[in-house]
């Protein structure tokens, strides 16, 4: 079981808007702006795409955004494009264990 | 650009060690940050193993601490795993990663390396 949860999968229209949860507790999300968010391709490696809960690295299109809201992170991907289907993880500092991941979400673009 | 590729056995036996290497070019590891081990078993999802920094101070999955051990080699500019006692339930792509902050800020990825573990 996973330490950050995510819904297992989301899906949305080209064009839309669509955004997934990470639920993590006050010893990990709920403390720390260290929150990053990763993309995978089926076979290949995951991919930054947002860092220190909102930060996009160099690269990285601005329709994606990050947020946090208590134990609560965010990640938004606006004028979803086909390219875009792929899935996704969380990822937070934790007191207890350094790092955490989500368990995954697959965005289905429609 | 900084590149990392993994390389090893991609088959271990049960109850033996798992040993995994992680060679980096485009940047010096003794140079700073952190160096570590993601691993994702098949259709699941990541799980983090631990970490190095240029120093040699190892951090670690406390429910993988007692059979890890992450060590680095600036000489040869790479960086190791061994997770020992394996059962199959270690079967997995393992990813080497640098983590720019130590707190999980992984920008650059190997491209994975699948270990079975089977008899």
């Known amino acids: 079981q996973s330490a950050l949860t995510q819904p297992a999968s989301v899906s949305g229209s080209p064009g839309q808007s669509i955004t997934i949860s990470c639920i993590g507790s006050s010893s990990d999300v709920g403390s720390y702006n260290l929150v990053s968010w990763y993309q995978q391709y089926p076979g290949k490696a995951p991919k930054l795409m947002i860092y220190?809960?909102?930060k996009r690295p160099s690269g990285v299109s601005n329709r994606f955004s990050g947020s946090k809201s208590g134990n609560t992170a965010s990640l938004t991907l606006s004028g979803l494009q086909a390219e875009d289907e792929a899935d996704y993880y969380c990822?937070?500092?934790?007191?207890?264990?350094?790092?955490?991941f989500g368990g995954g979400t697959k965005l289905t673009v429609l | 650009q900084v590149q990392l590729q993994e390389s090893g056995p991609g088959l271990v036996k049960p109850s033996e060690t798992l040993s995994l290497t992680c060679a980096v070019s485009?940047?010096?590891?003794?140079?700073?940050?952190?160096w570590g081990w993601i691993r994702q078993p098949p259709g699941k999802g990541l799980d983090w193993i631990g970490n190095?920094?240029?120093?040699?101070?190892?951090y670690y999955n406390p429910s993988l601490k007692s059979r890890v051990t992450i060590s680095v080699d600036t000489s040869k500019n790479q960086f190791s795993l061994k997770l020992n006692s394996v059962t199959a339930a270690d079967t997995a792509v393992y990813y080497c990663v640098r983590d720019f902050s130590g707190y999980g800020l992984f920008d650059f990825w190997g491209q994975g390396s699948l270990v079975t573990v089977s008899s």
């Open positions: 220190e809960v909102s």
């Open positions: 485009g940047y010096s590891i003794s140079s700073g940050y952190y």
């Open positions: 990822c937070s500092y934790a007191s207890s264990t350094n790092v955490v």
């Open positions: 190095i920094n240029h120093s040699g101070s190892t």
